[in-house]
Nanobody, 121 residues
């Protein structure tokens, strides 16, 4: 079965940097769009950044200029480089990917478990 696992979360001071990784494993024929979402207590889940298989990206206004999403298709991995972190970036960050398990199967969005990012002095 397809599984996405995030890593790289943790505690960082304001202004600091963190790099998140999300690796997909299992039955994977191809992966289309991938993205990072975040959700903080009392707030709705929001798309932080998305990236197509070809590398086209989009970002939430709140993170533009600070975050960079990238992917390594050979590793089935998507990354989120987070710089100039602010306390309001504190959230659980979850990755997803549109994964096609096999050549005759339909693509399906799979989600990771999430990784906690805390920005605090």
């Amino acid at each position: 079965q397809v599984q996405l696992v995030e890593s790289g979360g943790g505690l960082v001071q304001p202004g600091g940097s963190l790099r998140l990784s999300c690796a997909a494993s299992g039955s994977i024929y191809s992966i289309g769009n991938m993205g990072w979402y975040r959700q903080a207590p009392g707030k709705q889940r929001e798309l932080v950044a998305g990236i197509s298989r070809g590398g086209n990206t989009n970002y939430a206004d709140a993170v533009k200029g600070r975050f960079t999403i990238s992917r390594d298709n050979a590793k089935n991995t998507v990354y989120l480089q987070m710089n100039s972190l602010k306390p309001e970036d504190t959230a659980v960050y979850v990755c997803n990917g549109l994964v096609q398990p096999g050549p005759l199967s339909s693509p399906y969005y799979y989600w990771g478990q999430g990784t906690q990012v805390t920005v605090s002095s």
